[in-house]
């Protein structure tokens, strides 16, 4: 859909060589739903600062892919390493790690009984230990960024979607991530407020945020990606980078697929 | 009518130990129901187990019956429980536990994954996402089960007058030994000191509902 959205010109991509160490790497990671085989044998290495977009057709295991590197999702085999620290299986470990990896869903999962602030300010307060004078100036700052500080008082349902998930962004980077994780954060938006999301994703991606983004925003993509990895069938099918993916993909997979998203 | 107002006294002591027997057993129970509903929803498996064990245990044991192992049963194993108001209490928490227990699973249940995954993926341990987030949330549909179960317990309370203690059916039992052509006036004496407690819980049970309504 929409492969030419228009999306702000002067956030242009980084060089890739300005990319960074290994920062997220999967190694051999297989997961099964039951006689489901989601994710086969999944190899990943995300470098610091860089950008992939994970495109599929539903089912094809992103989603589970993108939700295993918190550990949202357990696997079956293989490992996730995160800075070099393999993914802890429980307790505070786990949580602790989890504060260094960003998420933004495709619902929002706003805390529905939080107003704005309070959402963005919680998780800085008790898993980062800020005093709330810090973890409020921290959060207006953020807010403003994503262009919803005007609406830090009121509950997330007064909200419309778009507000709601530059909310969630806003939520995500208040923890000082060292990755973002983003799971279709703009498929469950009104059109005219997907815009609003992918700006400020683009801006993030610009400076110079490590990204991991599932979506079928193929403008996003070819804009922001330093990389495009194509899954299908719960396995990569092919990497690329988005100018070479987009116009000469490889695979027939990945031919049909785009032949059918990109015919309108 | 006579027979009330002359009785009064009798009535009042017999309330106010129904009163204490409640208050205290509600206190309890809530306290211990929601350790077991925490530990329902924990990580751990064989915490989940062990909950999932008593509530069930308890949810499907007659109140006359756990009465009659901690007096009857209990010794034997070294546990000496007195006849009295702090065995009747403690036999209602054990019991009553199990049912609030299952109302806060309940209410946790209701409030969507998406909240617990959120306050998780933002680095919250299990314990500050369920204080934080899930729990503030599941009140508003934990209330109405749980005035149920307070309800039940203030009459549940009666069971203890089987058990040597002189609450409001074992006042209106003694009253009516004194006065035995007066028996239905006296029952339902009781049953107005009890609907007493009961409807006031109502009240605050629908005070509370709109107090911690917000819209999703």
């Not at chain 1, 999306?7 to 990671?29: F, H, I, N, T, Y």
Request: glycine share 8%; net charge neutral; aromatic share 6%.
């Amino acid at each position: 859909m929409a492969q030419d959205r228009a999306l702000p010109q002067d956030a242009g991509v980084p060089d890739r060589s300005e990319l960074g160490a290994p920062l997220v790497v999967l190694d051999k990671v297989n997961k099964n739903f039951g006689a489901l085989h989601v994710l086969q044998d999944i190899d990943l290495t995300v470098h610091r600062g860089e950008v992939v977009v994970v495109i599929g057709p539903s089912g094809s295991g992103k989603s589970t892919l993108c939700r295993s590197i918190n550990r949202l999702e357990t696997i079956d085999t293989g490992t996730i390493t995160i800075d070099g620290v393999p993914v802890p299986a429980e307790g505070k470990a786990l949580a602790r790690m989890r504060a260094d990896v960003g998420m933004v869903f495709q619902s929002f999962n706003l805390f529905a009984h939080k107003t704005v602030l309070e959402n963005v300010t919680l998780g800085p307060i008790k898993a980062n230990g800020l005093k709330k004078s810090e973890a409020k100036a921290l959060a207006m700052q953020l807010l403003e960024r994503v262009g919803v500080a005007n609406q830090a008082d009121k509950l997330p349902a007064q909200l419309s979607g778009g507000q709601q998930q530059r909310v969630a962004i806003a939520r995500a980077l208040a923890m000082k991530p060292k990755v973002m994780l983003f799971d279709e954060p703009t498929s469950a938006l009104d059109p005219e407020m997907i815009n609003e999301v992918l700006d400020v994703m683009v801006s993030l991606a610009a400076e110079g945020m490590t990204m991991i983004v599932v979506t079928h925003e193929m403008g996003f993509a070819r804009k922001a990606a330093h990389r495009v990895v194509f899954m299908d069938g719960g396995q990569v099918v092919e990497e690329a980078d988005p100018e070479t993916f987009f116009t000469a993909p490889e695979s027939e997979r990945a031919q049909d697929f785009l032949s059918k998203i990109l015919t309108h | 009518m006579d027979v009330l107002v002359d009785n009064l006294p009798s009535y009042w002591a017999g309330f106010l130990v129904t009163m204490r027997l409640t208050l205290y057993s509600g206190v309890i129970s809530l306290a211990l129901g929601l350790v077991l509903a925490a530990l329902r929803v924990s990580p751990i498996r064989p915490l989940r187990g062990l909950a999932a064990t008593y509530v069930e245990l308890l949810r499907n044991t007659p109140l006359t019956l756990v009465f009659f192992f901690l007096i009857l049963v209990a010794p034997q194993f070294g546990v000496i429980a007195p006849l009295g108001f702090w065995t009747a209490v403690i036999c209602l928490s054990l019991y009553t536990a199990a049912f609030v227990a299952e109302a806060v699973r309940s209410g946790i249940n209701s409030v969507g994954v998406g909240q617990a995954e959120a306050s998780r993926a933002i680095g919250l341990t299990f314990g500050q996402s369920l204080g934080n987030v899930i729990l503030p949330q599941a009140l508003r549909s934990v209330v109405p089960p749980m005035i149920n179960v307070f309800i039940a317990l203030t009459k549940n309370t009666s069971v203890a007058a089987g058990f040597a203690v002189v609450e409001l059916v074992g006042s209106g039992r003694r009253i009516s030994q004194g006065n035995p052509g007066d028996a239905v006036i006296i029952l339902i004496g009781v049953a107005l000191f009890y609907l007493a407690i009961t409807i006031p819980l109502g009240v605050i049970a629908s005070t509370v509902e709109r107090k911690v309504a917000f819209s999703r």
